[in-house]
């Protein structure tokens, strides 16, 4: 007897052959039968196949003088599921359950029959294929009882069961009538697996989330499409149970598959949802992190900030900012943008936040903390202009809603050096007015110096225009 038939003994206290039948011959039946092994059950993989050598059933043999009689007087059989680990895996007979795509295993069944409709049509799936009931869902913890007094041959099996696969449910996404994603619910016996988590903004990773249903779909969080009145920028706003977009999934949605065991069939299996996006005119930037802001920034571009941002030596607020002219807009929801820290360089005439501000941009509702502008390196050319919001505002622009905390314009003695055409401001050196329409609390000037005690260097801000004093250096 080799190992497997020993294991088997153990397992079942039967003798047990195992043979993978894809076909057989009279000889081979008759072969079965003069053995004494002419009891077979059958297990069908119904439109599958088992793995190895791709066959399309597996047959058990057993010797009815082998079999036990139990209480009644029936011969019994302890049946071995073509999955139990006790078939080993270097015997043929071993296999991994073969899938079906797009359909789950539901288990063993004595009975199968053609799902019909009310008009007696077979009801094929959406995949063209056949949906079948079944009944009689196979127990492996129990044993099957057979008749002793009664003939039986190989080549009839006592029993078939069939492998029940079920149409996976799924999950159809749709931007308007066009399908543009599928998902399938894998195992839904599982009953866990019918909730679908809605996108969410993961405010850590400055960028949506989109849960379950993200291998479904290319989400594209921001799309810039060109159209006939310049730049249309189209952000996801969430998912809808109706095209009409009038009623959100919420963050968690039951999908209401309902499934029956007893007869391996389910119902209601198309949930249908639909993608609803904000559009916005312009080239639009929905920001999460500084990181964000900086890699998508642009003199000209549109941001709504929906995180707090701390910028550092490592994250730094952009350049694009601080050397080009701000004709674009930052809606702040009343966020914090803070850590920003500049330093004046020899090669640029302006030093702030931003080089200048057009008339036509917007900045609102956003609060401005810790900001720092070092005047440490001198432009020595005519016309340098240094403050820490903008070197210069265009006459006409007006901050709303914004507030500058601890704001302040550290000045060395390099500005010995500065040009008598140059101009510090506090806010900005040309431009400012009362109308500003600025917050300030606790922004103010420091002097940093290493040459002189710093209560020799004086510093003096008339509304916003800066004026130095430096001792035997005269006036800048």
Request: proline share 3%; glycine share 8%.
């Amino acid at each position: 007897m080799n190992k497997k038939i020993k294991l088997l003994i153990i397992a079942c206290t039967i003798l047990l052959l195992s043979l993978v039948i894809v076909a057989c011959g009279s000889d081979t039946y008759k072969k079965y039968d003069s053995e004494g092994y002419n009891v077979t059950v059958k297990y069908d993989a119904n439109g599958s196949y088992f793995s190895n050598a791709g066959q399309l059933y597996v047959t058990d043999s057993y010797n009815i003088s082998d079999l036990k009689v139990n209480a009644n007087g029936m011969k019994e059989i302890l049946l071995v599921d073509p999955e139990d680990p006790i078939r080993e895996k270097e015997n043929v007979q071993e296999v991994a359950r073969a899938a079906m795509p797009g359909y789950f295993f539901a288990g063993w069944y004595t009975e199968m029959a053609e799902a019909v409709d009310e008009n007696g049509n077979v009801l094929k799936d959406d995949k063209g294929n056949t949906v079948y009931n079944y009944s009689g869902k196979w127990d492996f913890s129990k044993k099957l009882e057979i008749d002793p007094n009664k003939e039986y041959t190989a080549s009839e099996p006592v029993v078939t069961l069939y492998a029940a696969w079920v149409r996976n449910p799924v999950v159809e996404i749709y931007d308007g009538d066009t399908l543009i994603g599928t998902y399938e619910i894998k195992n839904p016996t599982l009953g866990s697996n019918s909730v679908i988590t809605a996108p969410y903004l993961d405010l850590k990773k400055g960028e949506y989330n989109f849960g379950t249903l993200k291998s479904a779909y290319t989400w594209q969080e921001r799309e810039v499409i060109e159209g006939e009145n310049g730049a249309v920028t189209s952000f996801f706003k969430g998912l809808y149970l109706d095209k009409d977009l009038k009623t959100p999934m919420g963050e968690k949605y039951t999908h209401p598959y309902v499934y029956d065991e007893a007869t391996a069939t389910i119902s209601n299996l198309t949930l249908r949802v639909w993608v609803g996006y904000e559009e916005k005119a312009g080239e639009w930037y929905k920001i999460y992190s500084s990181a964000q802001l900086a890699n998508n920034a642009s003199a000209s571009g549109n941001y709504e900030i929906l995180a707090d941002l701390e910028f550092t030596a490592l994250t730094a607020w952009p350049n694009v900012f601080r050397n080009n002219d701000f004709t674009g807009t930052i809606v702040g929801n009343g966020h914090k943008i803070s850590g920003i820290s500049l330093e004046s360089n020899t090669g640029s005439a302006t030093l702030g936040m931003f080089k200048s501000i057009s008339k036509d941009a917007k900045i609102e509702n956003v609060n401005f903390e810790n900001v720092s502008a070092l005047i440490d390196r001198i432009y020595i050319k005519p016309g340098a202009r240094y403050a820490v919001v903008a070197a210069s505002i265009e006459d006409g622009f007006k901050f709303e809603g914004v507030t500058f905390t601890n704001a302040t314009l550290k000045i060395t003695t390099s500005a010995f050096n500065l040009h008598q055409d140059s101009i510090i401001g506090l806010v900005c050196a040309e431009g400012y007015s009362d109308a500003l329409g600025i917050s300030l609390e606790g922004f103010g000037t420091e002097a940093v110096t290493t040459e002189y005690d710093i209560y020799d260097i004086e510093i003096d801000v008339d509304v916003n225009k800066v004026t130095l004093a430096f001792p035997e250096k005269g006036n800048s």
